[in-house]
Each structure stands twice: as structure tokens, then as C-alpha cells.
């Protein structure tokens, strides 16, 4: 059955009408993890005489419960891993410190990755039901497939250089000499 508030606070002859709801939350977070997760990896080659970076091959594995839609939720991961390339390889904020003014605040001299920028992708989901934490079973994707994309290129780059790069974007001259 259903009532809108007017008839609520019309049959009670009061002025208004206080609600109130509490739940179990706080104490249901320290009884289980309700968090998704996910792990990437990435194969590349760097140029040992320019430093040029070609990422070659990208797994993305996630666990955010009973998986609703396989399609999107495939989408979401190599979103958020396109974006992870960007804040690696090519995405810079510059500012004129003079000014304060962004120096690259237009498409023409921000760089996002673009197609030919993202390898070959594998994406799985381990997409077991978590009906504790949900009715469903599923639990969201949103960031897990971003926060860990631009770590696992930095340690890759690593892997193929021997040098830990601090600074992102990486750039070339970063790997040379």
C-alpha cells in the first residue's frame, strides 16, 4: 500500500511528520569485506636506444562479485585501463607558475591515449555471488579498474629497465642514459 506524505500529514492533523531509519552498517562493515578487487598486468618493450614505450599485452582480472553483465562490466575494465595508460604515458597538467593559468587546458595539447595507444586486452572476473554483501551478488567496478593500471606499467617499465620512475607521465628521456 502506498500513501503520499500530503495524505499522511492531512490524516494526522499534525504539521509535520519525522522519519527516521537506522541500520546495521557499521558493525555489518566489521563482520565482512564488501570491497571488489582487482589485479593488472601489463607487457611492454622499451627501446633501449630512444626510450620509446609500446605496451604489448594487458590482463585485467576482477572480483566484484556475481558479474550482471559481462559486456559491460568488460567495458568498465578497459575504460578504467585506457585511463590507467593515460595517467602513465601521457596525461600532463602543465601550469604557467606566473600566471597560474593551465598551459594545456584544450584537446590539442592534452594527451589522452588514443586508440592506437591500448594493446591487446584479456579481462576476466573470478564472478562469484558475494549475497552477503548484496542481493544481487554483484558488488561495483568503478575505480578497481583504473587504480591499478599506471602501478603495474611503472613496474613493468622497471622489469624492462631497471629504472624506477617517480614522476608520471613516464617519458622517454626518462628511460635514456
Known sequence: MTIHFTDLIKQSGKPEIQVSKSTQGAAFRDKYVANSFSVHFVKLHVHPVTGVIRLKHMVSVADAGKIISEKTARSQMVGGA?????????????????????????????HVPVHADAPPMDVLFVNKADMIISPTGAKGIGEIALVGVAPAIINAIYNATGKRVRTLPVTPDQLIG
Open 82 to 110: 585506457v585511463g590507467g595508460i593515460g595517467m602513465a604515458m601521457t596525461e600532463e597538467t602543465l601550469i604557467d607558475h606566473r600566471y597560474g593559468r593551465y598551459i594545456n587546458a584544450n584537446f590539442v595539447d592534452y
